[in-house]
Structures are given as C-alpha cells and as structure tokens.
C-alpha cells in the first residue's frame, strides 16, 4: 500500500522538475532599469523574442527598446537593450 502513496508523489516530483526544467531554458531578464533591460537566452532562435519582451517593456515605460549588443557568457547568450526617449 504504501507504494501506491509513492507513485503518485513521486510522479508529481517528476513533473514539478520537468516544469522547473523547461522555465530555465526560457529567456530571463536581467537587470530592468529606466535606461535599459537585458535578456539571457540559450536558443540564437529566441531573438526575436527577447527583442519583442525588451520592446514591451521599455514602451511600458514610454521609450523605445534599442539592441545594443549579444554576447556569448558560459553557452548562453547575453541581449543588452538600450530604452532610449521616443523621438
């Protein structure tokens, strides 16, 4: 009986790790100020999307995301954005 218990605790532990697995290969920022936000990806794919976050949120602020550099730290990619005044 107590192996009835364990199954379905341990699949839960496995799913909350597969969950916990999949959010640490999304995009994350980093460092979100007035002047600007950086993204670290792992996917060269997720670009587009760290650019289209990046645009969210400076506009959220009233200025216009800017890509000033991606760079390369320990297999991921670093996306820094520059929020500059709407012109």
């Known amino acids: 009986m107590k192996a009835l218990h ?7 532990t ?5 969950l916990l697995a999949a959010c640490s290969s999304a995009p994350q920022k980093l460092n979100p100020t007035p002047e ?3 993204y670290s ?3 060269g794919d997720d670009l587009p999307k760290v650019t289209n976050r990046a ?13 000033q550099n991606v760079s390369q730290t320990d297999g991921k990619s670093i996306a820094i954005f520059d929020c ?4």
């Open 55 to 67: 645009m969210a949120y400076c506009q959220s602020i009233g200025k216009t995301a800017k890509l």
């Open 36 to 38: 600007g936000i950086s």
């Open 14 to 18: 496995a799913a909350a790790l597969g």
């Open 6 to 12: 364990r199954s379905p605790a341990v699949a839960l």
């Open 41 to 43: 990806f792992d996917d």
């Open 84 to 87: 500059t005044s709407k012109s």
